[in-house]
């Protein structure tokens, strides 16, 4: 069982940053995949980005390329989504997800554990 804790969550002007941050609990995190999503009340679940066990391998969905960075610390059992230039298109719900997985999950349903999300709110 892993519980996923999410924070850095707020509001920001477009153009700012903001990063996010998500403390897995248990002694195995460093055997999970980690992704984040997003979602916008009435939408799907997004995909963000997602990064491998050890970190050496990421996959950022194209609308967040060059803006978003994601980052893990094994030793802290945490991993960051560090977001800057953002867009009033970035508001939504930020959920951070564990997986069972060597790979870099871009799909919801390979996720196993997920956090209860922090809200982003980008204004104009």
């Known amino acids: 069982q892993v519980q996923l804790v999410e924070s850095g969550g707020g509001l920001v002007q477009a153009g700012g940053s903001l990063r996010l941050s998500c403390a897995a609990s248990?002694?195995?995190?460093?055997?999970?995949?980690m992704g984040w999503f997003r979602q916008v009340p009435g939408k799907e679940r997004e995909f963000v980005v997602a990064i491998s066990r050890s970190g050496g391998s990421t996959y950022y969905s194209e609308s967040v390329k060059g803006r978003f960075t994601i980052s893990r610390d094994n030793a802290k059992n945490t991993v960051y989504l560090q977001m800057n230039s953002l867009k009033p298109e970035d508001t939504a719900g930020y959920y951070c997800?564990?997986?069972?997985?060597?790979?870099?999950?871009?799909?919801?349903?390979?996720?196993?554990?997920w956090g209860q999300g922090t809200q982003v709110t980008v204004s104009s």
């Open positions: 997800a564990a997986a069972q997985s060597s790979l870099v999950p871009r799909l919801s349903y390979e996720y196993n554990y």
């Open positions: 248990g002694r195995t995190f460093s055997r999970y995949a």
